[in-house]
């Protein structure tokens, strides 16, 4: 048995063994980089560590520390307000608003996991207010992300048409936006009606506090009214003199959410440099979501004191464990052997397909970029034969290398687990599990269906 398939067989055994006994994903991989590395790949600690996520460690340590002290002194809650406020009370339209907010940063050249990683805290805080599904709004997140990411200006569209311009390929950016846009419009449409977007249209349009309407309530009993209370905020009945009653506000018993204080200006200030320091300036998110968090600890420390163990620790050693062995995959040559198998297929539509398979699995666990990057030069030979059309295939190859970092192992699909809140983070990863295996089976066929097969470009 060749050292490749040895080493995808004991990924394997590793998904069943932590699906049926319940031992974090992370540890179990880790052990097994050290053994096949060790035992079948012959690699020292260097070049087993050498697939470690450092990058992908921060940022996930650095946002949720962030967000765990904005959410400690109420800015997450501030922000849910407030937009609830922008639209009208219409719960339904937040997850396109933030799908929206996601694209367009990765359209002007946002990196998609610092996009996600900017959105996603604000979105998940804003469902688990007001009762919308995690998965819901993590998926929109994440959709809108890649919807935007192939742009002639932004990261993953310049990257891509890079490599097509490079193999002298025929290209056209304006069709692999679209494309992407198109699958992912389309995906999210269909999410938001699985998942419970339905009912919030029926829910109407409700208060900030989270009650239904957004204002008064209908007279009765001589004219009653509701005004609306501040999150936090207790009411008693009175009676004037004229027979009125109404709702008097008395002292709030818990933490006022709907006004700014200098702890929270300081939050959304520290939020918005966050933004431009990614998208301005190129700098790591990680990085500089921790320097913002330990400048907000030393202001104003009894707001974050509990902040660091809200970080999602147990989702850090999933992800990086899962990323490491898929380092030592790639250090020993399996993904490359895989792709090189399915390009020497004499069956160019039968090889286009299988390849947009194995961009949308390794892209599930690895660097979207980095695959269309080995796979895109692997399917040179059988483009050349006049077949398959080569804007179609990339665009496929794109998509389907993309829509699947809802996974909970991809960066994206990890920064969505981490950053909600208040669930039962077991359960959401499963969810985020089952969703993007869905994704993997489903997307690259219909993408080469739609794409490949009627020979574009």
Same mark, same amino acid.
């Given at each position: 048995?060749?050292?490749?398939?040895?080493?995808?067989?004991?990924?394997?055994?590793?998904?069943?063994?932590?699906?049926?006994?319940?031992?974090?994903?992370?540890?179990?991989?880790?052990?097994?980089?050290?053994?096949?590395?060790? &035992?079948?790949?012959? $690699?020292? #600690?260097?070049?087993?560590?050498?697939?470690?996520?450092?990058?992908? @460690?921060?940022? &996930?340590?650095?946002?949720?520390?962030?967000?765990?002290?904005?959410?400690?002194?109420?800015?997450?809650?501030?922000?849910?307000?407030?937009?609830?406020?922008?639209?009208?009370?219409?719960?339904?339209?937040?997850?396109?608003?933030?799908?929206?907010?996601?694209?367009?940063?990765?359209?002007?050249? #946002?990196?998609?996991?610092?996009?996600?990683?900017?959105?996603?805290?604000?979105?998940?805080?804003?469902?688990?207010?007001?009762?919308?599904?995690?998965?819901?709004?993590?998926?929109?997140?994440?959709?809108?992300?890649?919807?935007?990411?192939?742009?002639?200006?932004?990261? !993953?569209?310049?990257?891509?048409?890079?490599?097509?311009?490079?193999?002298?390929?025929?290209?056209?950016?304006?069709?692999?936006?679209?494309?992407? &846009?198109?699958?992912?419009?389309?995906?999210?449409?269909?999410?938001?009606?699985?998942?419970?977007? &339905?009912?919030?249209?029926?829910?109407?349009?409700?208060?900030?506090?989270?009650?239904?309407?957004?204002?008064?309530?209908?007279?009765?009993?001589?004219?009653?009214?509701?005004?609306?209370?501040?999150?936090?905020?207790?009411?008693?009945?009175?009676?004037?003199?004229?027979?009125?009653?109404?709702?008097?506000?008395?002292?709030?018993?818990?933490?006022? *959410?709907?006004?700014?204080?200098?702890?929270?200006?300081?939050?959304?200030?520290?939020?918005?440099?966050?933004?431009?320091?990614?998208?301005?300036?190129?700098?790591?998110?990680?990085?500089?979501?921790?320097?913002?968090?330990?400048?907000?600890?030393?202001?104003?420390?009894?707001?974050?004191?509990? #902040?660091?163990?809200?970080?999602? /620790?147990? *989702?850090?050693?999933?992800?990086?464990?899962? $990323?490491? !062995?898929?380092?030592?995959?790639?250090?020993?040559?399996?993904?490359? /052997?895989?792709?090189?198998?399915?390009?020497?297929?004499?069956?160019?539509?039968?090889?286009?397909?299988?390849?947009?398979?194995?961009?949308?699995?390794?892209?599930?666990?690895?660097?979207?970029?980095?695959?269309?990057?080995?796979?895109?030069?692997?399917?040179?030979?059988?483009?050349?034969?006049?077949?398959?059309?080569?804007?179609?295939?990339?665009?496929?190859?794109?998509?389907?290398?993309?829509?699947?970092?809802?996974?909970? @192992?991809?960066?994206?699909?990890?920064?969505?687990?981490?950053?909600?809140?208040?669930?039962?983070?077991?359960?959401?990863?499963?969810?985020?599990?089952? !969703?993007?295996?869905?994704?993997?089976?489903?997307?690259?066929?219909?993408?080469?269906?739609?794409?490949?097969?009627?020979? /574009?470009?």
């Amino acid at each position: 048995m060749s050292p490749e398939l040895i080493s995808i067989l004991v990924l394997v055994v590793v998904f069943v063994i932590a699906t049926t006994r319940s031992v974090n994903m992370g540890a179990l991989a880790f052990a097994a980089a050290f053994a096949v590395g060790e &035992l079948v790949a012959d $690699l020292d #600690a260097d070049g087993i560590f050498a697939g470690f996520p450092g990058d992908l @460690f921060v940022v &996930l340590v650095g946002v949720t520390y962030l967000f765990a002290i904005a959410r400690a002194n109420g800015t997450t809650d501030w922000l849910v307000h407030a937009s609830i406020r922008l639209v009208r009370g219409r719960v339904a339209l937040i997850p396109w608003v933030m799908f929206a907010i996601t694209a367009a940063l990765t359209a002007i050249g #946002a990196v998609s996991p610092a996009a996600v990683a900017i959105v996603a805290p604000i979105a998940l805080s804003f469902a688990s207010r007001y009762g919308i599904s995690p998965l819901l709004m993590g998926a929109m997140v994440v959709h809108g992300a890649q919807g935007g990411g192939f742009s002639p200006i932004s990261i !993953y569209g310049t990257i891509v048409n890079g490599i097509v311009e490079r193999e002298k390929l025929p290209g056209n950016e304006i069709a692999l936006f679209l494309a992407s &846009l198109i699958a992912n419009v389309i995906i999210a449409g269909i999410v938001f009606v699985l998942f419970g977007g &339905l009912k919030l249209w029926a829910r109407g349009a409700v208060a900030p506090d989270g009650g239904s309407g957004a204002g008064e309530m209908p007279e009765g009993g001589g004219g009653a009214r509701r005004t609306t209370a501040d999150a936090g905020t207790s009411t008693s009945t009175s009676t004037s003199p004229s027979g009125t009653a109404t709702l008097v506000e008395t002292q709030p018993d818990t933490l006022d *959410t709907t006004r700014l204080n200098p702890a929270r200006i300081a939050t959304l200030t520290a939020l918005v440099a966050l933004v431009v320091a990614v998208l301005a300036f190129d700098l790591d998110a990680g990085l500089t979501a921790i320097t913002l968090a330990v400048l907000l600890s030393t202001a104003w420390p009894e707001d974050s004191r509990k #902040a660091v163990g809200q970080i999602a /620790w147990s *989702t850090v050693l999933l992800i990086c464990g899962v $990323l490491t !062995y898929v380092g030592v995959l790639d250090e020993m040559g399996t993904i490359t /052997w895989a792709g090189e198998g399915v390009s020497g297929i004499g069956v160019p539509l039968l090889a286009a397909v299988l390849l947009c398979y194995i961009g949308a699995i390794v892209s599930a666990f690895a660097s979207s970029v980095g695959i269309m990057g080995a796979l895109i030069p692997l399917a040179v030979p059988f483009l050349a034969q006049g077949e398959i059309g080569a804007i179609g295939m990339v665009a496929a190859l794109a998509v389907s290398a993309t829509v699947v970092d809802v996974s909970p @192992f991809s960066t994206n699909g990890a920064l969505v687990l981490a950053a909600a809140p208040d669930v039962d983070r077991e359960r959401f990863f499963r969810q985020l599990m089952i !969703y993007g295996g869905i994704v993997v089976a489903v997307v690259p066929a219909v993408a080469w269906l739609v794409l490949v097969v009627p020979g /574009w470009g």
